[in-house]
């Protein structure tokens, strides 16, 4: 049975979890509109070439793109804008500067970046794309390969530790990685003991890698949205203690703290991962949902914090697909084939990677307390390397970090740090 075959047949099985109604009411008040989140991710002005969102004037933000891609794949509605971004990096196609995806992930250099190419993986799955055949890549066999052996010795910081992936220093980016192998059937032991060895006594992860301590929302939202698809005791048990940690950081306005006191980002992905235990969390979800209904503007976007008004791409990315409620981890959203050009043949292996398992993943979350569906039920239709983002810098300091944005994104293809975190 080949990848996209199985892929499929999951869907099939996911179908409740990943068919919603965009929510319009709360509990606990109004509740964000999803469906104008969603226009203004996909409005021109913002939408590169209808393609990408910038990093800096004609560097593409790769990994922002994802996010915005992700989040159209969680409310639908917009699936023009949806296919012409998952088409433009399936078909390698470049941003002003003439950088591509893979000049982002660094695959077939010395630099490449696991959790980079996890992400990227992951969207092909949820868009019904072959991660196999993505981006004239297999990427997902590079991710396999992109598996540390053991912590790398100074001047190489290339890995933390055995099972981390190599150039990843962000437990988000790391969880990313498990859930786009995961998804794809295909063991992911060493890196799911490297996430696990990272929980905190509190119940919460860090935020980087190596470990500095940083309890951190978003990445204990991530990482019990990765283990929530493991069925063993301990994985569940670290997500009910992550999730328990995640739920004591609300404030009393609903919005959760990232690296700004009530951050929008941290609220949509905490909301995503109590979505997973709607039973115990629905009071909390309703909270945080009705924050973010007060942090959308008249255009439709969301403010990355209520002291920084002005709506942010990101902040939106990470606000509308959180609201929905629905995992990383059974995400899916059904695109068209590639319309004409097609991307080269991968440069290695297309077999899946075959080490030997020590987990059964199964299609879905076991936990029968656990439920990947939308936080509101029965409403009426309304109108997924997300971070934290401060305000947007003015144009003499862009200008002046347009030449080294270029070195680091066509040299050492690594990831920028979004205050102290990676993506």
Not at 125 to 133: A, M, Q, S
Not at 364 to 378: D, F, K, L, Q, Y
Request: hydrophobic letters at 45%; a negative charge.
């Amino acid at each position: 049975m080949t990848f996209l075959t199985r892929l499929l047949a999951a869907a099939a099985v996911l179908a409740a979890a990943t068919t919603m109604t965009l929510p319009t009411a709360s509990a606990a008040g109004a509740s964000p509109d999803l469906a104008a989140g969603a226009g203004y991710l996909a409005a021109p002005a913002n939408l590169i070439d209808g393609h990408y969102y910038e990093l800096f004037p004609g560097f593409a933000d790769w990994g922002l793109t994802m996010d915005g891609a992700f989040a159209l794949a969680a409310t639908g509605g917009q699936d023009a804008a949806l296919t012409s971004i998952v088409n433009f990096l399936d078909q390698v196609g470049s941003d002003g500067s003439g950088n591509t995806i893979n000049s982002w992930t660094g695959i077939g250099t010395p630099y490449v970046s696991g959790g980079s190419l996890g992400k990227e993986a992951l969207l092909a799955e949820v868009t019904g794309r072959d991660p196999h055949r993505f981006g004239g890549q297999d990427v997902l066999a590079a991710l396999a390969a992109s598996t540390c052996t053991g912590p790398s010795t100074a001047p190489d910081t290339s890995c933390a530790a055995a099972g981390n992936y190599a150039y990843t220093p962000s437990v988000f980016s790391q969880s990313l990685g498990i859930v786009a192998q995961l998804r794809a059937g295909a063991s992911a032991a060493a890196p799911i003991g490297y996430l696990e060895s990272l929980q905190e006594a509190s119940g919460a992860w860090p935020s980087l890698i190596p470990s500095t301590g940083n309890a951190d929302v978003d990445s204990t939202a991530m990482a019990a949205m990765t283990l929530a698809l493991l069925p063993d005791a301990t994985a569940q048990a670290a997500v009910t203690a992550g999730l328990t940690w995640i739920a004591g950081q609300q404030a009393a306005g609903g919005g959760f703290p990232g690296t700004n006191p009530d951050s929008v980002n941290s609220t949509g992905l905490a909301v995503q991962a109590l979505s997973l235990d709607q039973a115990d969390y629905g009071s909390q979800i309703g909270k945080a949902l009705a924050f973010l209904a007060s942090q959308q503007n008249a255009d439709g976007g969301f403010n990355i914090e209520p002291a920084t008004p002005g709506s942010d791409i990101r902040a939106t990315a990470q606000a509308v697909g959180g609201a929905t409620g629905i995992s990383f981890g059974t995400l899916f959203h059904q695109l068209s084939a590639l319309p004409t050009m097609t991307p080269s043949a991968p440069s290695s292996s297309s077999a899946a990677p075959s080490p030997t398992p020590t987990r059964t993943t199964p299609a879905a979350p076991s936990s029968a307390t656990r439920a990947a569906s939308s936080p509101i039920e029965n409403a009426s239709v309304g109108a997924a390397e997300l971070a934290d983002t401060g305000p947007h810098q003015n144009a003499l300091l862009l200008a002046g970090l347009l030449l080294v944005a270029g070195i680091l994104l066509t040299v050492t293809g690594r990831r920028r740090p979004i205050r102290g975190r990676y993506r």
